[in-house]
């Protein structure tokens, strides 16, 4: 016992002799390998200056110890020291922030490179009584929708009302940059840097004058004279119905955009909108007009962040982030193992959150042109499932990002969640991202209570249908065919030839069909709120606010509001529960020993939709090279290809929308 204590005092003298020895080096070298290296440059400097040795004469050198008392009040005044330093999270937007977390993961647990994961982190921050500060810097690859930077721009609000000071950096700030800076008490710039917000435009490209060029004709009936799908492959330029659309849409984006950056800074609204149509403007007059705090650069911080606090700072960097495990390469068992190892299901009572980002499609969702997924009917139908079946979930969250797809595939994922609601009797909350236009629509008025991003884009009620006649691409090329066919309309779907007027008199019949059952499920649980379906269908869009009006949706808000009502309809309190990502992440314990779930599908391959075929390799480097706007709507038109291909009805909104 004597010898414990002696070596407990031994180490106890050695921290005090050595206060800025391990400590510091573990967490400048921790935040130097998590975070860019000027922000905590200072803070490694000052670590590595505190453990260099100094030499001194042999007989200055005290080799008297300190007393028991002495090495108490030591260890109190470095306890004071610490405490009194002002802490400050930092979180770092370097990369592209993402909607829904990965389909796999490593050990499982959250994903807070999410959207979602980085609203908890600063949450939390808000909520934490030793956090004062919080620090944002903003990378030149992050990207984002401008409905997520305002969900970001709302929780640094949330931050300012709960008296912390916020903090974001940019070496230039663009209008989604801008967007989540805004909502910050303090927005720095790079002195040589600038801020360019250009304003909104739409940009709807029509591919007519080329298919023509080849011989190709699209043959496209719509439902809905404001639906505008199948403009793109009809017309060389838009009708006035889907002119006086799109115009519009800008129009109330721009406004969102001005309203946003007016009120967050206290800026006239004719100041916004003269900064706008400037364009660009340099940090100094960007500072002078009062769009833009303070001019420094990234090793300037530290020494901002201690005068605008008062106080020394200490940089937390990965701020909630979880930590990740230590893993054994010592032994390959081991090794295996951890890797194996699934997180134990928890049993604590929870909201199932589920995504439906994408195209809509039958199956499991098609990978698009880039990699990018879908919406597929059996996915979705099994994750609702699932969520009906799991006692432990109390609710449902929908979040939905889509322009639409398939109308079939749209019909049958609302079949599933009004039974999620209906015969599982669990609310179903819907929280609207960017978009939930015409098929996305369709799965979103299957909610009990809609939520909507205020620039969410939101209707297109209509439908589209048809198929493409490659008659005169044969013809130029010199390929012939000949059809044999048995029955009076085995040649429907031929690209042969156009539909003749029978065939097309019962193509518009069909799609009239599926209009009337879009707007029937529409007023199933719209009834009372949408006064005038025609009004608001026909293919008509609208930006969220004018949405509320109408009763397409409910209410203003992000994920985080919609989660919360899904908590207040379960009678679930405020930390009481767990939010669930239903389907969740796959990990390596599901590819070793497959899904312990009965309901769930066992799989043993890797969670990948597809090899890399070498084929594809030339393409994709070849369609990387357009815009990414560019990139978005071609992919989109390619699928609804597909989509018409299998069945000739579609709901589809026409258009990308996208925002620098």
């Not at 801008?178 to 040589?192: F, M, V, W």
């Not at 009120?263 to 500072?287: G, H, P």
Request: hydrophobic residues 40%; aromatic residues 6%.
């Amino acid at each position: 016992m004597n010898l414990m204590r002696c070596f407990a005092f031994m180490l106890l003298v050695g921290s005090v002799l050595d206060p800025a020895g391990a400590e510091p080096t573990t967490r400048a070298s921790t935040a130097a390998a998590t975070a860019p290296s000027a922000v905590v440059a200072q803070a490694t400097s000052k670590a590595a200056a505190a453990t260099q040795p100094t030499t001194a004469p042999t007989s200055q050198i005290s080799t008297k110890l300190p007393t028991p008392a002495e090495l108490v009040a030591k260890l109190k005044q470095m306890r004071q020291q610490k405490a009194a330093r002002s802490k400050v999270a930092y979180i770092d937007l370097a990369r592209p922030v993402t909607e829904k977390p990965a389909d796999f993961s490593l050990f499982g647990g959250a994903d807070r490179s999410t959207l979602r994961g980085i609203v908890e982190r600063l949450q939390r921050a808000r909520d934490d009584k030793d956090v004062r500060g919080v620090l944002l810097t903003l990378g030149p690859e992050m990207q984002m929708n401008l409905a997520q930077a305002q969900e970001l721009r709302d929780a640094l609000l949330e931050l300012r009302r709960a008296g912390k000071k916020t903090f974001v950096y940019a070496d230039s700030y663009d209008t989604i940059g801008y967007t989540i800076a805004s909502g910050a008490t303090n927005i720095c710039l790079l002195e040589g840097g600038q801020l360019m917000i250009p304003g909104v435009g739409l940009e709807a490209t029509f591919f007519k004058g080329t298919l023509d060029k080849i011989g190709v004709m699209a043959d496209y009936v719509q439902i809905g004279e404001y639906k505008g799908a199948e403009e793109p492959f009809t017309r060389t330029s838009p009708s006035e119905e889907l002119r006086g659309e799109l115009s519009r849409i800008a129009e109330s984006l721009f406004a969102e955009i001005v309203d946003g950056i007016s009120l967050s800074r206290n800026l006239s609204a004719s100041a916004v909108r003269q900064m706008i149509d400037e364009t660009m403007l340099i940090a100094s007059v960007a500072q002078q007009r009062g769009f833009v705090d303070h001019l420094v650069d990234q090793d300037g911080l530290r020494d901002l962040l201690k005068d605008e606090l008062g106080n020394e700072i200490e940089l937390l960097p990965n701020y909630g982030q979880p930590q990740k495990p230590q893993l054994d390469f010592s032994n390959p068992l081991i090794l295996l193992a951890q890797l194996s190892r699934k997180p134990p299901p928890g049993d604590r009572p929870a909201i199932a959150l589920i995504y439906a980002e994408g195209l809509i499609s039958e199956g499991d969702g098609e990978a698009d042109l880039f990699g990018g997924g879908g919406v597929g009917s059996e996915s979705m139908r099994k994750a609702l499932r699932m969520a009906a079946r799991d006692s432990n979930i109390k609710a449902v969250v929908l979040r939905i990002d889509s322009p639409g797809g398939s109308a079939l595939a749209s019909e049958v994922i609302w079949q599933a969640i009004r039974h999620v609601s209906q015969d599982a009797r669990k609310p179903v909350i819907v929280s609207i991202g960017s978009m939930a236009a015409s098929g996305g629509y369709y799965l979103a008025c299957a909610g009990d209570y809609i939520f909507a991003d205020r620039c969410a884009i939101v209707g297109s009620i209509g439908v589209v249908g048809g198929k493409f006649v490659l008659r005169g691409l044969y013809d130029k090329i010199g390929l012939s065919s000949e059809s044999f066919n048995q029955g009076r309309n085995a040649d429907l779907f031929s690209s042969n030839q156009a539909f003749n007027e029978r065939q097309r008199r019962m193509i518009r019949t069909w799609m009239q069909q599926t209009y009337d059952q879009f707007t029937q499920r529409v007023m199933t649980t719209r009834q009372g709120k949408i006064r005038d379906i025609d009004k608001v269908a026909r293919g008509r869009i609208f930006l969220a606010s004018q949405a509320r009006e109408l009763g397409l949706i409910d209410e203003l808000g992000g994920c985080e509001a919609a989660i919360a009502r899904a908590a207040e309809w379960a009678e679930l309190e405020p930390g009481s529960y767990d939010v669930r990502v239903v389907p969740p992440p796959k990990t390596l314990a599901d590819i070793f020993g497959g899904a312990d779930d009965p309901q769930v599908e066992a799989e043993s391959m890797l969670p990948f939709t597809a090899p890399l075929r070498p084929e594809g390799l030339w393409r994709q480097s070849l369609l990387l090279t357009l815009p990414p706007s560019a990139r978005r709507q071609l992919a989109q038109q390619v699928q609804l290809m597909q989509i018409l291909e299998r069945r000739p009805i579609a709901l589809v909104a026409p258009f990308v929308v996208s925002v620098k």
